[in-house]
């Protein structure tokens, strides 16, 4: 992924921060035709540039007609962040929704991501049915709003910030402005 890249050939730290995307959104989902209701929208042609533009980036994306509560897939990912495993558990929890359309609000789901990657399935389990980390969540949440952030991704550095999926010419010109070094 291209944040790897950055990683390597700069020296920055990566910190995931949880955003709330949708949160009303109930467990089962909604498709998109009910997430937007109301709004004139082309959701088809939105869909379409969004696919375009992941496909120009070397992302994956499938077509998809839902959305799915991330709630508690942010929960999980500061514990998996916290066992070592963040970076490995983001991109599964990327690739089963917008590659394999799953249910990202299901505890079995999430269980079964979280040992795809190694970790135990029996923890991740008591880590999201107890919600031991909502607090931490919470207060990720609470920071985005105080920040200013209206899209995902979002990329700060100090006062600065660019949104949206970018081309990595796009970041790494990003952090140039920011005076971030190149250490290869």
């Given at each position: 992924m291209r944040i790897d890249r950055l990683k390597k050939e700069y020296e920055v730290e990566v910190k995931w921060v949880a955003f709330p995307l949708h949160p009303e959104t109930p467990e089962e989902g909604l498709t998109l035709a009910e997430l937007f209701a109301g709004r004139a929208l082309d959701i088809p042609g939105i869909l379409h540039r969004l696919k375009q533009v992941a496909g120009e980036l070397g992302l994956p994306l499938?077509?998809?007609?839902?959305?799915?509560?991330?709630?508690?897939a942010q929960e999980?990912?500061?514990?998996?962040?916290?066992?070592?495993?963040?970076?490995e558990f983001h991109n599964a929890v990327f690739r089963a929704?917008?590659?394999?359309g799953m249910?990202?609000?299901k505890v079995d789901t999430l269980v079964g991501l979280s040992e795809s990657i190694g970790?135990?399935?029996?923890?991740?389990r008591r880590v999201v049915q107890e919600r031991t980390i909502r607090e931490a969540v919470d207060a990720e949440w609470t920071r985005s709003r105080v920040l200013g952030i209206a899209a995902v991704p979002t990329v700060i550095m100090g006062a600065r910030g660019i949104a949206g999926f970018q081309p990595y010419e796009v970041l790494e010109q990003f952090l140039k402005s920011c005076g971030v070094e190149k250490t290869t």
């Open positions: 499938a077509d998809r007609t839902k959305t799915y509560n991330s709630r508690l999980l990912s500061k514990w998996a962040e916290a066992e070592g495993k963040g970076d929704y917008f590659v394999e249910n990202i609000a970790l135990p399935g029996d923890e991740a």
